[in-house]
């Protein structure tokens, strides 16, 4: 079991969370905001870390203030799954580019990623920090332009987790 940890501004990444645990109840046991979290939420051994993109490809402020905390977290051991809300059309020149900073930072800790094949197909920007060898480092969503698209990414993008952990396993 996991924890999914994530990101807001303003509560739209709320109900994400929790449709994104309903998709994994035999992966997630506890959703938290980052604003809650201290360094010990981040102590199991799978985890799901998210939230928006604000501006010009930052994390929200919530992520922010804690950031720099995750350079006393040891990923080594744990496997971590992405995702990201933004706005392809208003901010396509940066779009869900905050979640490349997550990427970054928790292999940099050694972490393994999961779900980090997510296709482009669908989505229409400019630019992305988070697209790494054609494809998204995670799961990706806009809640502002394309809502009646976000189940469906959701159920595929936690099938694809849970048969990477699973196949971890064997």
């Not at 303003?10 to 929790?18: K, L, N, S, V």
């Not at 981040?42 to 402020?61: A, C, K, Q, V």
């Not at 804690?66 to 990201?84: C, Y």
């Not at 059309?89 to 905050?98: D, L, R």
Request: no cysteine.
């Amino acid at each position: 079991m996991g924890k999914l940890i994530y990101g807001t501004q303003t509560g739209t990444t709320d109900e994400i969370a929790e449709r994104i645990k309903k998709a994994l109840p035999e992966l997630i046991h506890e959703i938290k905001p980052i604003f809650r979290a201290g360094e010990s939420d981040f102590d199991e051994n799978f985890l799901i870390l998210g939230g928006s993109t604000w501006g010009d490809g930052e994390l929200t402020d919530d992520w922010s203030d804690f950031f720099p905390q995750l350079d006393a977290v040891d990923f080594n051991g744990k496997t971590v799954a992405l995702f990201g809300l933004g706005d392809q059309y208003g901010y396509g020149y940066n779009f869900v580019s905050a979640m490349k900073l997550l990427y970054d930072k928790v292999l940099e800790r050694g972490a393994v990623i999961v779900g980090d094949t997510v296709p482009l197909e669908g989505f229409e920007f400019d630019h992305s920090e988070s697209v790494v060898d054609d494809h998204f480092i995670g799961l990706v969503l806009d809640e502002v332009n394309q809502p009646e698209m976000t189940d469906d990414r959701i159920e595929t993008w936690a099938e694809t987790v849970r048969n990477q952990l699973l196949s971890k396993v064997s």
